[in-house]
C-alpha cells in the first residue's frame, strides 16, 4: 500500500516561490515514477511535472523554466520548488506514484496511468 503525503503550500505573493515535498511510504521507492499535478477551482486537475525512476524530469508548458522536480531516494520523497509563481499557479497540488514498468516518456501527464495519489496541498498565489 503506497501513501503519499504533500506539504509546503500556502499563501505566496506574485513572484514569490515554495517548495513542495511529497513524501512516500512505500516499498521499493525507486520502482516508482512521480508526477505533479495540480486543480485550479472550477478546472480540471493537470499535469504540472514528473520524475522518472532514472531522474528524468519533465514539465507542462506553464512549469518550464520556472519549477524544478527532484528526488531523494534515500527520503523516499519528492520535491516540487517552484518559483516566479502566478495567480494562475493557484490551486491544489497533488503527487502521484507512477509504476516503472506502466510509465512512458511520451505519456508521462496521462492521470490515469497514476496509480496511489495524496491528499494534496492548497497554494495560493496573490497579493
Known amino acids: 500500500q503506497v501513501q503519499l503525503v504533500e506539504s509546503g503550500g500556502g499563501l505566496v505573493q506574485p513572484g514569490g516561490s515554495l517548495r513542495l515535498s511529497c513524501a512516500a511510504s512505500v516499498f521499493e521507492f525507486n520502482y516508482y515514477g512521480i508526477g505533479w499535478f495540480r486543480q485550479a477551482p472550477g478546472k480540471e486537475r493537470e499535469a504540472v511535472s514528473c520524475i522518472s525512476t532514472g531522474g528524468f524530469r519533465y514539465y507542462s508548458d506553464s512549469a518550464k523554466g520556472r519549477f524544478a522536480v527532484s528526488r531523494d531516494n534515500a527520503k523516499t520523497t519528492v520535491y516540487l520548488e517552484m518559483n516566479r509563481l502566478k495567480p494562475e499557479d493557484t490551486g491544489v497540488y497533488y503527487c502521484?506514484?507512477?509504476?516503472?514498468?506502466?510509465?512512458?516518456?511520451?505519456?508521462?501527464?496521462?492521470?490515469?496511468?497514476?496509480?496511489?495519489w495524496g491528499q494534496g496541498t492548497q497554494v495560493t498565489v496573490s497579493s
Open positions: 502521484a506514484t507512477v509504476l516503472t514498468s506502466k510509465w512512458r516518456p511520451s505519456s508521462w501527464f496521462r492521470q490515469d496511468l497514476y496509480d496511489s
